[in-house]
């Protein structure tokens, strides 16, 4: 798989782009103090990422609440009030990052964002730290399928006129690594997410980097 080739990159958020892991933590331990559970740590919270917020809510309430689907569904709707308050808690990207971005985009790339997060905070989150003419589609979760189903990156890319094979996603877990396999990209795995670089390895990605820089060598 010739890496120069690729054209349209698509990015994952959370742990790829920003740490948003705070903001996140923030709405799940305002829920849990709400209803008198147990808050939950940075690491709890980083383990239960990458699957969209009703799965993190679900990992991260008691399990007897889980079990009862009435029950669960209320926890997760209040907790979609918290992440409205926070969601947009962050300090930016990661150090490196909006360099990188902005450079290959200078240098002809085309630029996308797909996360499993709700797609009205991506869509602010992104449009905060970029313009349009830099990150040309950010998607969050939607109608279509999340991560790792493969309709959502082939929808960015037949929107922006790509096929599959012209394409690399770039993200921190294995649900980025088994989306871009899933969807026929070239997966660039990043080692400063929320994933250990094992767990990281395990999955088999075209490429591991452990520095946002390395984008920029890796895509000439």
């Given at each position: 798989?010739?890496?120069?080739?690729?054209?349209?990159?698509?990015?994952?958020?959370?742990?790829?782009?920003?740490d948003t892991l705070y903001s996140i933590m923030e709405a799940v331990?305002?829920?849990?103090?709400?209803?008198?559970?147990?808050?939950?740590?940075?690491?709890?919270?980083?383990?239960?990422?990458?699957?969209?917020?009703?799965?993190?809510?679900?990992?991260?309430?008691?399990?007897?609440?889980?079990?009862?689907?009435?029950?669960?569904?209320?926890?997760?709707?209040?907790?979609?009030?918290?992440?409205?308050?926070?969601?947009?808690?962050?300090?930016?990207?990661?150090?490196?990052?909006?360099?990188?971005?902005?450079?290959?985009?200078?240098?002809?790339?085309?630029?996308?964002?797909?996360?499993?997060?709700?797609?009205?905070?991506?869509?602010?989150?992104?449009?905060?730290?970029?313009?349009?003419?830099?990150?040309?589609?950010?998607?969050?979760?939607?109608?279509?399928?999340?991560?790792?189903?493969?309709?959502?990156?082939?929808?960015?890319?037949?929107?922006?006129?790509?096929?599959?094979?012209?394409?690399?996603?770039?993200?921190?877990?294995?649900?980025?690594?088994?989306?871009?396999?899933?969807?026929?990209?070239?997966?660039?795995?990043?080692?400063?997410?929320?994933?250990?670089?094992?767990?990281?390895?395990?999955?088999?990605?075209?490429?591991?980097?452990?520095?946002?820089?390395?984008?920029?060598?890796?895509f000439e």
């Amino acid at each position: 798989m010739n890496i120069a080739e690729k054209k349209l990159l698509i990015f994952d958020l959370d742990g790829t782009i920003a740490d948003t892991l705070y903001s996140i933590m923030e709405a799940v331990n305002m829920c849990m103090k709400h209803y008198g559970f147990p808050e939950k740590s940075y690491e709890e919270v980083r383990a239960a990422v990458g699957n969209g917020a009703k799965k993190l809510i679900m990992q991260t309430m008691p399990e007897s609440e889980a079990q009862n689907s009435e029950r669960a569904e209320e926890i997760y709707r209040y907790f979609q009030t918290c992440y409205d308050e926070t969601h947009d808690h962050i300090d930016g990207c990661y150090e490196g990052m909006k360099e990188a971005m902005l450079e290959l985009c200078a240098s002809g790339y085309t630029l996308a964002v797909l996360s499993n997060k709700p797609d009205a905070y991506v869509k602010n989150i992104i449009g905060a730290l970029f313009d349009k003419e830099t990150v040309v589609i950010a998607m969050g979760e939607t109608d279509l399928p999340k991560k790792p189903d493969p309709t959502a990156p082939h929808y960015i890319a037949r929107t922006l006129g790509f096929e599959p094979k012209d394409c690399a996603f770039i993200g921190d877990s294995e649900v980025d690594i088994r989306t871009a396999q899933n969807a026929g990209m070239l997966s660039v795995a990043v080692s400063w997410g929320f994933r250990s670089k094992e767990t990281l390895i395990e999955c088999a990605p075209d490429v591991i980097i452990d520095r946002p820089s390395e984008l920029l060598e890796i895509f000439e």
